[in-house]
């Protein structure tokens, strides 16, 4: 019996064991990189890919440094006791028709605070009073803390006594009212032809000065000008 001989099966061809391993490994990575999150981020990202918050900083390093003035003012307030309206009425005490044109807050030469209070009478002539800033007591001033009293100065001061309508711790008020704080000076001078009380001012957490001038006639405030 005669048989028709089958056609030969044609198999694919065999393919090395080293590149199946290399297919195996290849598709594993693939797999593992699809699967893990990505340990590289984005500089100001975080790992979820959302901004990462800046760094708040602290208010010592917002706060602005103090100079020697203001070390200086907040060593002499920190001693002080006594404020600038205390001081003028303590000084005024025995003099009763002498009128406030500078006050000023300041140390004596053994570093003790002392307001040094001018008063002038109705003819422009002048003293000066201390005043213990720690304790309130009224002595008279040293030479050097005299005011001068030529006849210029007398006619000066009498000018500007005529004209001022507020005192000098109305002054003070006013110019606290507008820049909070502490009133370490207040003297009446001229300005542009008017009377004027310029007035100090000590920030309470800067410890910087403002100088302040306020009207002597109706104690309005016309300027502010901060130490740098």
């Known amino acids: ?12 061809p065999r393919v090395p064991a080293a590149a199946l391993l290399a297919l195996v490994v290849l598709g594993a990575a693939g797999c593992s990189d699809r699967n893990e999150p990505e340990t590289g981020t984005t500089p100001g990202t975080s790992q979820s890919g959302t901004p990462s918050p ?11 440094p103090m100079d020697d ?6 060593a002499l ?8 309206a205390e001081a003028v009425k303590a000084a005024g005490e025995d003099e ?36 213990d800033a720690a304790s309130g007591e009224v002595s008279d001033s040293p030479r050097d803390d005299r005011p001068d009293d030529e006849r210029d ?6 000018a500007l ?33 008017t009377a004027v009380w310029r007035v100090d001012v000590v920030d309470q957490e800067s410890f ?15 300027r502010e000008d901060t130490a740098d």
Do not use: F, I, Y
Not at 54 to 63: G, H, I, K, N, R
Not at 77 to 84: I, N
Not at 153 to 158: F, L, N, T, V
């Open 1 to 12: 019996m005669n048989r028709t001989p089958r056609s030969p099966h044609h198999r694919p």
């Open 54 to 64: 800046s760094p708040t900083p602290s208010d010592e390093e917002t706060a602005t």
């Open 69 to 74: 003035d203001a070390r200086e003012n907040q």
């Open 77 to 84: 307030l920190a001693a002080t006791t006594v404020s600038l």
């Open 96 to 131: 009763p028709d002498g009128h406030p044109v500078a006050v000023e807050l300041g140390r004596t030469a053994r570093k003790a605070p002392h307001w040094t209070v001018t008063l002038a009478g109705k003819d422009g002539s002048a003293l000066a009073r201390r005043v």
């Open 153 to 158: 100065d007398r006619e000066e001061r009498k």
């Open 161 to 193: 006594l005529e004209e001022a309508e507020t005192d000098a711790t109305e002054a003070a008020e006013a110019a606290t009212d507008r820049r909070p704080g502490t009133a370490t000076k207040a003297e009446l001078e001229e300005s542009d032809g």
């Open 208 to 222: 910087r000065t403002t100088a302040v001038d306020v009207d002597a006639g109706d104690g309005r405030v016309l």
